[in-house]
């Protein structure tokens, strides 16, 4: 059974800093991408970051650019994302997924999903 399990949400002030981790069992991990996505209240679910485990590859919606890192410990099967400079509009659950693809200019194409980790960030 596959499982993801997100952690490291919490509320922070306006500029600062979160890191999220996600840890993935009963899956093989390589070669697929995995990626973090958000849903605001009220709003559709953005992706944020995407990796391809295979090679490293990434890539980063265009609100996070320079203030996201997606990262990927291989050997222990944990995904990160670090956040920095953050915003009050970053407050969101995000989530963690697997094996994603991309249709319709959206990554969100995913078969497996995490719980998420509430990001509060005030101003």
């Known amino acids: 059974q596959v499982r993801l399990v997100e952690s490291g949400g919490g509320s922070v002030q306006a500029g600062g800093s979160l890191r999220l981790s996600c840890a993935a069992s009963?899956?093989?991990?390589?070669?697929?991408?995995m990626g973090w996505f958000r849903r605001a209240p009220g709003k559709e679910r953005e992706d944020v970051a995407i990796i391809y485990t295979g090679t490293g590859w990434t890539f980063y919606a265009e609100s996070m650019k320079g203030r996201a890192t997606i990262s990927q410990d291989v050997a222990k099967n944990l995904l990160f994302l670090e956040l920095n400079s953050l915003k009050p509009e970053d407050s969101a659950m995000y989530y963690c997924?697997?094996?994603?693809?991309?249709?319709?200019?959206?990554?969100?194409?995913?078969?497996?999903w995490g719980q998420g980790t509430q990001v509060t960030v005030s101003a």
């Open positions: 997924a697997a094996r994603c693809s991309i249709r319709d200019n959206t990554w969100s194409n995913c078969d497996y």
């Open positions: 009963g899956i093989t991990y390589r070669n697929y991408h």
